[in-house]
């Protein structure tokens, strides 16, 4: 197939769509609007136009500027897109039969380009643009003008960087009206196929003067994003209100703040490096040339810009997730201060792992491993975030509003992705799997699911404030879930692919990858398919959505979190439509911390006399539940044992274990004192962290988890409808002891209650009076 007449005809497609639907919507567009009055202006009016046009064109006002950033970005990732989408179709046959391998290889290349440079930090930007401003109480960004100039760099980069499709689209038009030397001329430009890595000596030695446009075009961006975070770190240190302090800086801000430093030590070597490969490519100068400073010089300089960009590209979307989880929880950020901590010292680490993608290039060993255990360090402040995010669910009130669910799906799929990232971090498993479709199934379950996700929360979370309409939340609902989906499909299944060791970058494969690859090209026309679905409630809510009335859209007065944002909205519609503002409801957010020796942990250090007593209290009655409890296990499995699919064996093999002389009775006590001990004493201290507060569900859950060591360890070779048995049978006793254990607790906190003691000791109790 002919790419160039496909994906332009795609985009124009696309785009025609876009301006049909937008002349229809206007045309049926006199119906109300959201202050009562009827819009009564056509597109076609053109004054309306000009004025228009010289507004968006000129405007320095920060959201007027967020929104062209983030309408850029949607541009740009559509384009990315499609490139995506055409790889998974040719990848749906184990021959190049969709394009040539030629086209295959621009795709990539494209793709990974316009994806990472042109879609997420222009939308993140954009988002910065509109939002920061009114969260710090700013009047504007600190330099509006330089704003407005970051931006317009933008276009003409994406321009030049893709200007081959371009070129190839007026060849094929030229020389079809006149063949002649111009349609040559345009001809030679095509969209390069070097990777996106834009690895040397291939760069330097590919003749395509496309090449050239791209560097020119990546060095423009690179500009406009150097000065986009200029204007963020001097908004946040310097405009600040009055009230906004370093202590009370919101989650969000602090993430800009740490992006936007990174990018000013990023991009400016990103830069350098693209000189030299520009005046190597044109001027014989011999940076990367054998004789010169060699090949892998350019894998250096690349990666210590490359490594940190996927750090500025993700931390933006960690805030995003620490900023709205909270608000769908009704609880505050848990661990805020350790949630900044990770984000500067992932910004920091970032710096230090880049030659990770140099494992095979033969770099010394001894360098090679201090760069193994940086890049396995890095995982501690990613996992930080991970567990507080956790953990600021937990126990909260989840709504499972269109965000939300995208919140979820992105943990879930940041888990994988960091997790099969730490493993690529150690060097043996690097070597296997360089350069295989594990990698791309790494980095796109953490690009892919952490960060469109978070746009798409943000854009439904923000809705309202920026257009004053209501999204469809049903449409909205399903969408993410179908954006989930498609993720973890794609993706897992590349995960998949990788394992058998298939190698990226090649439009023909192996047959025997047909059937997962095929997998994986659903997945990403599901997404496909959820991105248009969005796109069109977006277009569709502008004009049809729900009029905003009240300014608390998200329920959030009531639990203390009414940011900035939103009270600027409410004054707004109030000065506008004089929408009464509503009161507050003196609920607080339940806190994660308290100072408050009545609420959460016991009150310690004032009455150590009864800390004392109540440990005491608590090993007496946890011993005598762990008794009970695994005296009712032993009934089941000695049940268990006379059916045939328990064998006593594993008593021995316990005694053993623990040096112990190898026989029944022994295993039997080891087994009883361990019950009555180590599980009880784990139980207590677990117990206040396992879900539910009912007696039952905390003690089954413990229960259920512990259950599953207990049939690894005790397992001894049944299968088949034994195996099933064993299962069901270690399930049951180990519910049994759950509920035994979790019981005679209980029982203890009645008998202390009864006391008149007071201390309501965590564990499986009902929540204090206005813990939630
Ligand atoms: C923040 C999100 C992350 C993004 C956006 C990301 C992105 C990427 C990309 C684009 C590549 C491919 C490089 C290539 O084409 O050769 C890659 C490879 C790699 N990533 Fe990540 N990554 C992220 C997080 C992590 C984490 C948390 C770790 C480890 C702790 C990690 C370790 C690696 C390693 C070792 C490679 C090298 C693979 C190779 O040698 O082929 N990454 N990552
Ligand atoms: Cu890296």
């Known amino acids: 197939m002919n790419r160039v007449l496909v994906e332009g005809g795609a985009l124009a497609a696309l785009a025609l769509l876009l301006v049909a639907f937008v002349l229809y919507a206007r045309r049926c567009g006199d119906r109300p609007r959201a202050d009562g009055g009827y819009s009564r202006r056509s597109v076609f009016d053109r004054s309306f136009l000009r004025e228009q046009l010289l507004r968006w064109t000129t405007t320095t006002d920060h959201r007027e500027i967020g929104i062209l950033y983030i309408l850029f970005g949607t541009v740009a990732a559509l384009w990315g897109g499609v490139d995506g989408m055409m790889m998974r179709l040719e990848l749906l046959t184990p021959e190049a039969t969709v394009w040539s391998e030629q086209t295959y290889n621009a795709l990539f290349t494209t793709h990974g380009l316009t994806m990472l440079i042109f879609f997420v930090l222009p939308v993140f930007f954009g988002v910065g643009n509109y939002v920061l401003p009114l969260l710090l109480d700013a009047d504007d960004m600190a330099f509006p003008r330089l704003n407005a100039v970051g931006f317009w760099l933008l276009p003409p980069a994406l321009l030049l960087a893709r200007f081959g499709l371009v070129a190839q689209v007026a060849a094929q038009v030229l020389g079809a009206v006149s063949p002649g030397q111009l349609a040559t001329l345009f001809?030679?430009?095509?969209?390069?196929g070097i990777g996106w890595t834009l690895y040397t000596p291939l760069s330097t030695t590919q003749a395509n003067p496309q090449i050239d446009f791209l560097l020119l075009g990546l060095h423009l961006s690179g500009i406009a994003t150097v000065i986009g975070a200029i204007n963020f770190v001097v908004t946040i240190v310097y405009e600040r209100g009055e009230d906004v302090g370093w202590s009370n800086l919101d989650i969000l801000s602090w993430n800009f703040l740490v992006t936007s430093g990174l990018v000013l030590f990023a991009f400016p070597l990103l830069g350098s490096a693209i000189v030299m490969l520009l005046l190597d490519r044109n001027f014989a100068t011999t940076f990367y040339a054998v004789s010169g400073g060699g090949a892998i010089l350019w894998q250096h300089l690349f990666w210590f810009w490359g490594h940190p960009e996927v750090y500025i590209i993700f931390?933006?979307?960690?805030?995003?997730?620490?900023?709205?989880?909270?608000?769908?929880?009704?609880?505050?950020?848990?661990?805020?201060?350790?949630?900044?901590?990770?984000?500067?010292?992932?910004?920091?680490?970032?710096?230090?792992?880049?030659?990770?993608?140099?494992?095979?290039?033969?770099?010394?060993?001894?360098?090679k491993a201090s760069f193994m255990g940086i890049s396995i360090a890095i995982a501690v402040p990613s996992a930080i975030k991970t567990f507080n995010w956790i953990t600021t669910i937990w126990d909260g009130e989840v709504r499972l509003a269109a965000p939300m669910?995208?919140?979820?799906?992105?943990?879930?799929?940041?888990?994988?992705?960091?997790?099969?990232?730490?493993?690529?971090?150690?060097?043996?498993?690097?070597?296997?799997?360089?350069?295989?479709?594990?990698?791309?199934?790494?980095?796109?379950?953490i690009v892919m699911g952490i960060i469109p996700m978070m746009m798409l929360a943000a854009s439904y979370y923000w809705y309202p404030l920026i257009t004053g309409r209501l999204y469809d939340r049903r449409l909205a609902k399903f969408q993410a879930g179908l954006f989930i989906v498609g993720s973890v499909v794609t993706f897992g299944s590349l995960l998949a692919l990788g394992f058998g060791e298939l190698p990226r970058r090649y439009a023909n494969y192996p047959v025997e990858f047909a059937p997962l690859q095929r997998v994986a090209s659903v997945g990403a026309f599901v997404i496909g398919v959820a991105v248009l679905l969005w796109l069109y409630n977006?277009?569709?809510?502008?004009?049809?959505?729900?009029?905003?009335?009240?300014?608390?859209?998200?329920?959030?007065?009531?639990?203390?979190?009414?940011?900035?944002?939103?009270?600027?909205?409410?004054?707004?519609?109030?000065?506008?439509?004089?929408?009464?503002?509503?009161?507050?409801?003196?609920?607080?957010?339940?806190?994660?911390?308290?100072?408050?020796?009545?609420?959460?942990?016991?009150?310690?250090?004032?009455?150590?006399?009864?800390?004392?007593?109540?440990?005491?209290?608590?090993?007496?009655?946890?011993?005598?539940?762990?008794?009970?409890?695994?005296?009712?296990?032993?009934?089941?499995?000695?049940?268990?044992?006379?059916?045939?699919?328990?064998?006593?064996?594993?008593?021995?093999?316990?005694?053993?274990?623990?040096?112990?002389?190898g026989s029944i009775a022994a295993g039997y006590a080891v087994f009883l004192l361990g019950g009555m001990t180590t599980w009880a004493i784990l139980f207590r201290a677990l117990a206040e962290y396992l879900p539910g507060r009912l007696l039952v569900v905390t003690g089954v859950s413990y229960a259920t988890i512990m259950s599953l060591g207990f049939a690894v360890a005790f397992y001894t070779g049944q299968s088949g409808l034994a195996l099933v048995g064993y299962l069901a049978f270690v399930l049951v006793a180990h519910w049994l002891y759950g509920i035994g254990l979790a019981g005679t607790l209980r029982y203890a906190e009645y008998r202390r209650d009864l006391e008149g003691s007071g201390m309501s000791g965590g564990g499986s109790g009902d929540p204090p009076e206005g813990d939630r």
């Open 187 to 192: 001809g030679v430009m095509e969209e390069p």
């Open 315 to 367: 931390l933006p979307s960690a805030g995003l997730m620490s900023f709205l989880l909270p608000k769908f929880v009704g609880r505050s950020l848990f661990g805020f201060r350790y949630i900044v901590y990770s984000t500067l010292a992932i910004g920091v680490l970032s710096f230090g792992v880049w030659a990770h993608h140099m494992f095979t290039t033969g770099i010394d060993p001894r360098l």
């Open 538 to 661: 977006m277009v569709w809510s502008y004009w049809n959505g729900k009029p905003v009335e009240d300014a608390d859209v998200w329920d959030l007065k009531r639990t203390g979190q009414f940011t900035r944002e939103w009270a600027w909205f409410e004054d707004r519609l109030e000065r506008r439509y004089a929408v009464e503002p509503t009161e507050p409801d003196p609920e607080t957010v339940r806190p994660s911390s308290t100072d408050d020796p009545s609420v959460g942990s016991p009150d310690v250090l004032r009455d150590p006399r009864g800390l004392v007593r109540s440990v005491l209290a608590d090993t007496l009655y946890g011993a005598l539940g762990g008794l009970l409890g695994t005296l009712a296990m032993t009934g089941v499995l000695f049940t268990g044992a006379l059916v045939g699919v328990f064998d006593l064996r594993g008593f021995v093999e316990l005694s053993e274990l623990v040096g112990v002389e």
């Open 405 to 445: 669910l995208l919140c979820l799906g992105s943990i879930g799929t940041f888990v994988v992705g960091g997790v099969t990232g730490v493993f690529l971090a150690a060097i043996p498993v690097d070597i296997i799997y360089h350069g295989t479709y594990y990698v791309v199934g790494h980095f796109h379950m």
